[in-house]
């Protein structure tokens, strides 16, 4: 299939994928039929043709078809509903090595890179003998370098044997590095740009308050904008490819019962943020001697608020009305994060109604806001990889 495609011969393929040839070959024709659509970029045609191979796929041929729509649906760009294919065909042929190496593929691709190697390593015990196996465990030791592109200390002696091992059994050493696309300097350029707003509101006055809360929504409006013309692109509109990552999100968590509570440290890290931003500011600025009008405190004081209800109500809405009770009571976190918010915001509007208040007793409000996010960030990170290490234990 890859050198048919590789030498862009796609009148020939069309030509062998005719209709009777699908026809004859069933789910096998139609994934075919799928990698040519998607090497010509007609997504659309190529994920209705993998649709139809998942949908007549017999249950002794479920296995093979599972890994080769995966990896169909990899080359669009389609990694969440990857990910669902991969999960069935590992449930499908749970001893081939095959469905691993589409596991971890897929896992590197969405970030995931603890579960891509877990998956790395299996198929690599499964089958040390195959190049693929080797190559996709090099992959994903790879893909978990840091800022300075060096891969952890920990994981290096490992990634020389997978190499050195997969360049023996014939693979190319092209293969086994995972390239570094701009999505990380695309993404502190964001940060910085963002940060450049933020300093505008701590340092200006009303006006650029308000000229720095219209940046934003244009920021985010455009990065909408975009992310609906990508999934355009690939022939799934943005509500579908959304509704999909959330029942990819869902199917996993009743798989895996440690999802729910490392899902649980996510939301309660990110409860302090709207108070940080709002009133956070707010409490800065008038400890700094430099107080912003009433009118304004209470407009930030209802956005952090309103952000803190979106957050929780996105909560049942993404994860699912079981699943987000378990969240919302989990270990107390979200309680805790949510009655401390309240505070910080509460507080700060409480002040600003008092007027005159002194810079001293603006202090703690604005030392308040910052320690509790910082130090609830710091506290989450070492809770989420612990819960990390303890599910890859259980797995």
Known sequence: MHSLVGQGRFAEAHALISDAFVERNGSAGYLLRAWVLAQEQRPAEARDAVDWALAIASPAEAGDVFVLAGVVLLSLDEAHAALTVALRATGADPDGWEPSVLLSDVYRRLGRIPDAIAAARRAVTLAPREAEAQI??????????????????RNRAEHRAAAERALTLGAAPGQLVVPRGG????????????????????????????????????????IGVLAAMGSRRSGVSARTRLRGVRATTRTEMVGDEWLWRIAAVHVATVLPLPALLTTGLVADRAWRGAPWPLWSVALLSAAGLAAVCAVLLSVPWWYGEMFARRILRYAGLVRLQLTATGLLIGGTLALAVRGRTSTEAWAPVALGHLFWTVGGWLAASVFSARLHVLRRRAL
Do not use: K, M, N
């Open 136 to 153: 996709a465990l090099a992959r994903s030791l790879s893909a978990g370098r840091g800022v300075f592109g060096r891969i952890p200390r």
């Open 183 to 222: 999505a990380v300097l695309g993404g502190v350029g964001l940060a910085v740009f963002l940060g450049v707003q933020l300093y505008r509101i701590e340092t200006g006055g009303t006006w650029e308050l308000v000229a720095a809360g219209i940046v934003f929504g244009v920021t985010f409006g455009l």
